[in-house]
DNA sequence: TTGAAAGCGCTAACAT
DNA sequence: ATGTTAGCGCTTTCAA
C-alpha cells in the first residue's frame, strides 16, 4: 500500500550522514557541497523516494512564483486565453493557479480562493466585479485585468483595441459593397461599449450613419439567437456581432429560418475563438491576439510581482481581421 | 500604494488584542472563543484585509485539504463537471486545485502540478493516459477516475451507464417509429466503445441488426461536421451521436444541406451539456448527471484520502433521456 | 474562555 | 565545505 508518511529533509539529512543545510543545497542544485557529499544525499533521497515539500519550501523561502487567474469556465474564450497563460507562465518560470466562477461560485469566493494560495499577483479575465473592489484588490496584490478596461492606476490592463475591431468589420464589410449593416452588441458586457462605438464611428465615417442600427445582444449564444430573431423582420445586408459565442447563436436563428448565410446575410464575429474556426462555422471574425496578450499579463504580473511598477499601466493589443466564408459581397437586389 | 508585507495571524492578534491562538480559533470558526473576543477578532480581521495563509495552515496541520482535478479545458462537459465538482467540494470542506490539460500541457505536466500541491486525492476527468500510467499514480495517492472505465482495483471509478443511454436513444426513437437509425461514434474516446455497444444490443433486440450502422466520429464538432457529410450521401431517418458537441456538429452541415433538422432525420446527442440546452439548439439527449457524477467522485476521493478504501470501487450512475425539439417520428414517405 | 510554547518541513544567515 | 540557529505563518498541545 501507500506510506503513511513521507520522508522528510531531516530523514535523508539522517540517512546520508550529514547537516539538513548540506541536503537543502543539493536538493536545490545550489553549488556548496562536495561531490562526494552530493553523491551520497542524492542517493539516501532516491532510497527514501524523498520529494521536497513546496510548501514548506515556499513558506520559508518567502516566494511562491505562483499567478492566480481568475476566469469563467465556461467562456470559450477564457479557455482559449488560459491555455496561452499557461504557455506564457511557463516561459517565465511562474506557475498557474487556476480559480473557476461557475453559476454557483462567484467571483468574490475565487478571488479569496486565489489569495489563500499566496499568489504573486492576479490575472483576472474579463472580471465582472465593480472598479471598486477590483481597486480595493490592487491595493493588496498586484493585479492585471485582462480583456476590460478598468481605469485605475493600480491595476494594470491588457485588452485589444475594440474600436479599432469595429472599425475592421465594418470597413470590410463595406468595402465588400454592404450599406445596412446592424451591430448585435454586448450589453454590459467587457468591451461592448467600445465595440459599440467603434461600429458607430465607423458607418459615420462612410456615412451610413442613417443605416446604422444596434440591436441588443449579449455574450451567449442564447443572446444571439434572441437577437436574430429581431433581425428576421427586417433583415440587413450585414450584421457585425459582439462576439463569436454570441455570432453562433445568430447564425444558428437564420439559417433555420432559412436565410442563406453569406449569400443573403454576411456576419463577423469577434473573439476569433476555438468555435469560429470550426470548418463548419468559418465564421469571419475579428481575432483578438490571445498569445501577445497572455504574454503581456504574465510579463505585467511579474514585473508588478518582483519590482516597482514599470512600463505602461495599458497594453492595447491591435486586432486583426479574419476573413472566413460568413462574408460575400451583397446579393444583387438586395 | 501596497503593502510591502501582508497581514499574518499574529497582525491580527496584537490588532485585536488578543493572542494568537484565539484568532486561529475565530478563523476556522471553531468553538471555543467568546462572541465578543469572535467579533472583535473578525473586525480585526477585516480591516487588515487579512487572509490565512493556506500553505502554512496546511503544513502545520499536516492536511491539505485539496483534491486535485485534471480536467481538459477545451471540452465544455468538462467544464460542467467541473462547475459541479466545486459545489461538491465546498460541501465536504475542500477545497479543489485546478489542473488543465491544452494543447500545450499534456496530462503528465498537468498531474505533476497537481501532485507538487501536496492534493490529498486526484479526480481525473476523462483522462486520456495509458491505464499503466493511471495505476502508477494511483500507488502514491488516492485517484477517482471519472467519465471513464479502468480497470485497476487501485482506482476507483465514476461514470454514467454508457451503454444503458444508448439503449434509451434507441428505444426512444424506435418508439416513435424510426428504423433507419445510424449511429456516429466517438472513435477512441472514453465511453465510446461502451455506447457503440449499447447500440448495437438495442439495435438487436428491436430486430434492426440490417440497419444498424456505425460511422466514424470523434469528440468534438468538427468530427461531427465530417460524420455528417458522409450521412448526406444516404440519409437516415435518425441518428445517435456520440456526444452533444459532435452532435451540434452534425446539426450544423444537415442544417446547411437544406436537411431539415427533426422533420427529415432526428438527431439525439450524449451529455446534456450547455450546448444542447440552448434553446436554438435543443436537442434531444442523454443527460449525465453531472451533479451526482461529481458528489460521488468527491466522495470517493475523500474516503480513500481519509481512510482505507470503502464501498464499492466503482460508482455506475444511470443516465437520463432529456426529450428537446430535435426528434419527432418519421416522415410518413420515409 | 484564553494564552504560551512547541513545532510542521524547509531555507537563509551565520558560524566554523 | 559543512553545521548551527532562527525563523516563515500557522495549528496544536497544554496550562492558566
Not at 53 to 78: E, K, M, N, P, Y
Not at 163 to 192: C, F, K, P, W, Y
Amino acid at each position: 500500500m501507500r506510506e503513511d508518511r513521507r520522508p522528510t529533509l531531516s530523514d535523508v539529512a539522517t540517512r546520508a550522514g550529514v547537516s539538513k543545510s548540506l541536503v537543502s543545497l543539493v536538493m536545490r542544485a545550489e553549488p556548496g557541497a562536495s561531490a562526494e557529499t552530493r553523491r551520497r544525499v542524492l542517493e539516501a533521497a532516491e532510497e527514501l523516494g524523498y520529494h521536497p515539500d513546496s510548501r514548506a519550501r515556499l513558506l520559508r523561502s518567502g516566494r511562491t512564483r505562483l499567478l492566480g487567474v481568475l476566469f469563467d469556465i465556461q467562456a470559450q474564450f477564457h479557455a482559449d486565453l488560459v491555455t496561452d497563460l499557461y504557455t506564457a507562465a511557463r516561459e517565465s518560470g511562474y506557475e498557474l493557479a487556476l480559480s473557476a466562477v461557475t453559476p454557483d461560485r462567484d467571483e468574490p469566493e475565487a478571488i479569496a480562493g486565489l489569495l489563500q494560495d499566496r499568489c504573486e499577483a492576479l490575472i483576472l479575465v474579463g472580471p465582472q466585479s465593480p472598479v471598486a473592489q477590483l481597486s480595493r484588490l490592487a491595493e493588496r496584490l498586484p493585479v492585471v485585468v485582462v480583456a476590460r478596461g478598468v481605469r485605475d492606476p493600480a491595476i494594470d490592463v491588457v485588452r485589444n483595441a475594440d474600436a479599432d475591431g469595429l472599425h475592421m468589420a465594418v470597413d470590410h464589410l463595406t468595402g465588400l459593397g454592404h450599406r445596412r449593416i446592424i451591430h448585435i452588441d454586448g450589453g454590459r458586457a467587457a468591451g461592448a461599449a467600445d465595440r459599440r462605438r467603434g461600429y458607430r464611428e465607423a458607418m459615420h465615417r462612410h456615412r451610413l450613419d442613417d443605416l446604422a442600427r444596434i440591436l441588443p445582444g449579449g455574450l451567449t449564444e442564447q443572446d444571439g439567437a434572441e437577437a436574430a430573431r429581431q433581425l428576421l423582420t427586417g433583415l440587413p445586408s450585414a450584421v457585425t456581432v459582439f462576439n463569436d459565442r454570441c455570432a453562433t447563436g445568430v447564425l444558428d436563428v437564420l439559417t433555420r429560418a432559412g436565410v442563406e448565410v453569406p449569400a443573403e446575410v454576411s456576419v463577423v464575429g469577434y473573439d476569433d475563438d476555438r468555435l469560429a474556426r470550426l470548418a463548419h462555422i468559418d465564421l469571419t471574425t475579428i481575432a483578438q491576439d490571445t498569445a501577445t496578450m497572455s504574454r503581456l499579463a504574465v510579463e505585467k504580473a511579474i514585473e508588478r510581482a518582483e519590482h516597482a511598477p514599470a512600463g505602461r499601466r495599458e497594453r492595447v493589443v491591435p486586432p486583426r481581421l479574419v476573413i472566413r466564408g460568413t462574408t460575400v459581397p451583397p446579393a444583387p437586389l438586395s
